[in-house]
């Protein structure tokens, strides 16, 4: 099934090249930035932007999205983030001035206390190390706790059957395998 899917987005992409090169016929694809070839990427579900919204409206007034997507581009595909230059992380996720480390330290426990990364204290203070969990496992709870208006989570689950998500599936339930029972020896 794999074979198929790569045989699929490959055809997809083939389609997508075709259709960009008609609509933009002179086009220096030096000009654009391939993944392939070119550092500084990383994986990043597709719906992070409905993610990002669905983040601020349980934030109460203090978006946290900034602060998130800042956290996500740290990572190198394992969910964990080594937190030392706490002035830099404030002024990329959008703060600035005398208070920037500390609205980003508010964020950044809101987050927290949201559910969707942990902190754990070290030698760069009280936000030294963090874990990004998964956001729409977050985001699932948080749906069947009431907390998610029924637009956001009902658009987040089109998006996931569109790009085939499979986050938020309950799991298989486990076999229950019997017990094996011993045979009773023939008597000789």
């Not at 990002?52 to 983030?81: A, H, N």
């Not at 937190?83 to 996720?93: I, L, P």
């Not at 029924?150 to 689950?157: G, K």
Request: hydrophobic residues 40%; proline residues 6%.
């Amino acid at each position: 099934m794999a074979t198929e899917s790569k045989k699929r987005l490959s055809k997809i992409a083939r389609q997508k090249v075709a259709m960009r090169a008609s609509l933009w016929p002179d086009l220096d694809e030096s000009r654009l930035w391939e993944r392939e070839k070119s550092a500084g990427w990383l994986s990043v579900p597709r719906p992070m932007p409905l993610l990002l919204q669905i983040m601020d409206s349980l934030s109460k007034g203090k978006p946290v999205s900034s602060t998130y997507l800042e956290l996500w581009c740290r990572t190198y595909d394992d969910s964990f983030v080594i937190a030392t230059k706490h002035r830099e992380m404030a002024y990329y996720s959008g703060f600035t001035g005398e208070r920037a480390v500390r609205t980003w330290a508010t964020r950044m426990h809101i987050l927290r206390d949201l559910g969707f990364i942990d902190i754990k204290e070290g030698s760069n203070g009280p936000i030294s190390y963090v874990l990004i969990f998964n956001p729409y496992l977050v985001v699932g709870e948080h749906h069947q706790a009431g907390h998610v208006n029924a637009a956001f989570f009902n658009s987040l689950t089109l998006r996931m059957i569109e790009i085939g998500a499979k986050d938020l599936d309950a799991p298989p339930p486990e076999k229950k395998v019997a017990p094996r029972r011993r045979r009773k020896a023939a008597a000789a």
